[in-house]
Every structure is written in C-alpha cells, then in structure tokens.
C-alpha cells in the first residue's frame, strides 16, 4: 500500500515567488493535514481537513497562505509571496476519518527553502 | 504554540543501553503519541497511549503515562544504531482529539 506522497521533495525559491506543495493521501483516509515543521521543532499544524471541508485553518496565515482540497482526496498548498522565514519543512499527514484515537501517517515532506 | 516539552533534547547513548525520553504537557488530554522521525523524513507512528492507561509496552518500547503529573516517558531497551532519530510526543486533547499538538522532540543518537 502507498503512503502519504508529497512533491516536490525539495523547492528553492527567491522571496517573493509563489510556490505550490501537492499531497496525496493514503487512499481511504478521509482526514489530511498540512503542517509546518522549522529546523529542530516539532511540526505544527497548519491546517486540517475531513474529506473536502476545512475544519481547522486557525493557524494558516490566510494573508500569505492557502490551501484547496477540491474533490477530498489530493491537497495542494500554496504561498503567494514566499518570506525568507517560510523556509522550512511542510508536512503533509492523513488518518481515518471518525477514529477516536487517530494514528497520523505522515509523508516524506516538502523541503523548502526562500533565498 | 507547541504543548508538548521533551526532555532532554538530545541524548546520546552507546549501542545496547536503554534510552529514556520524557514529555510534558499542559491541558488534559484524551491520549498522547510518540512519533519517530529519521533525518530527512517524515514522521513514523510508534505507540499510542489512552489517558485511562499507564502503561503500554510495543516490542522494545515502553511508555508510561502520568495524568495526574501531565507526563509520559518513552523508553527504548536494548537500543541499536537504526535507534537513530528524533522523537517527538504528540498530545490529543479532550475537546479535538483529531489534533495533534508536538513537543519539540528528542534527538537520540546510538552510538555503535
């Protein structure tokens, strides 16, 4: 079974540019999340969905930042214009939709980097 | 903001010791998680612990679970250089347990 995919794996941009991340699910798994990881922290969530609906973006800084996750199933992430201090690994997870104790698979993550 | 406090936030130990990794949290919660992530990679589930349990054991790894105390510890026996990583506690609370909240996690290294 495949697990969560990301890409690009690495992106180097100049600040200002926009820049796009694409995540595809574990298939099944209604539940994805998009987290920011900076170099020696833990990830922090930036937002979360069930199937199409965001239901947690309070922490998506929407001046900058926005997310779509049209059909439920793939997400992609942007940022338009990229800062210097959005270099850093974003992470994409899914689970189960409805579990109660929520085992989060995790993908290889996005290593992005504004010059 | 991260809830999650690890300690300490590296340790390093040699091949065949145990390794011991401790979180602390804030707010109740209704079950915390360890997390693994080797260099450059995503993070791997390792266990899960409910807030009505104290205890849970998963092949090598052991954690404990202190509610009153708002602690767990993570303990790895017999560890090996693939040991190698950081490990992150994840904690689900009672009001949203679908979200996670990470500590700034543990960077264990096993020396051969």
């Known amino acids: 079974e495949a697990g969560v995919v990301q890409s690009p794996r690495y992106k180097i941009i100049e600040k200002k540019q926009p820049v796009a991340f694409w995540c595809n699910p574990i298939?099944?798994?209604?539940?994805l999340y998009w987290y920011l990881q900076n170099l020696g922290q833990g990830p922090e969530l930036l937002i979360r969905?069930?199937?199409?609906?965001?239901?947690?973006d309070s922490q998506l800084p929407k001046d900058r930042f926005s997310a779509e996750r049209l059909k439920g199933v793939d997400s992609t992430l942007k940022i338009q214009p990229a800062e210097l201090g959005d270099s850093a690994v974003y992470l994409c997870?899914?689970?189960?939709?409805?579990?109660?104790?929520?085992?989060?698979?995790f993908g290889p993550g996005t290593r992005l980097t504004v010059l | 903001s991260q809830q999650g406090e690890e300690d300490p936030q590296a340790l390093s130990i040699q091949e065949g010791e145990n390794a011991t990794m401790n979180c602390s949290y804030k707010?109740?919660?209704?079950?915390l998680q360890w997390y693994r992530q080797n260099s450059g990679r995503g993070l791997v589930h390792l266990i899960l612990?409910?807030?009505?349990?104290r205890e849970k054991h998963s092949g090598r790894l052991r954690v404990t679970l202190d509610t009153s105390k708002k602690s767990s510890s993570l303990l790895i026996t017999a560890s090996r250089a693939a040991d190698t990583a950081s490990y992150f506690c994840?904690?689900?609370?009672?009001?949203?347990?679908?979200?996670?909240?990470f500590g700034q996690g543990t960077r264990l290294t096993i020396n051969p």
């Open positions: 298939s099944g798994h209604n539940t």
């Open positions: 707010t109740s919660i209704n079950n």
């Open positions: 612990i409910r807030s009505n349990e």
């Open positions: 997870a899914s689970s189960i939709q409805g579990e109660t104790y929520n085992e989060q698979f």
């Open positions: 969905y069930e199937n199409e609906e965001a239901v947690d």
């Open positions: 994840a904690t689900a609370s009672i009001q949203g347990a679908q979200k996670l909240v």
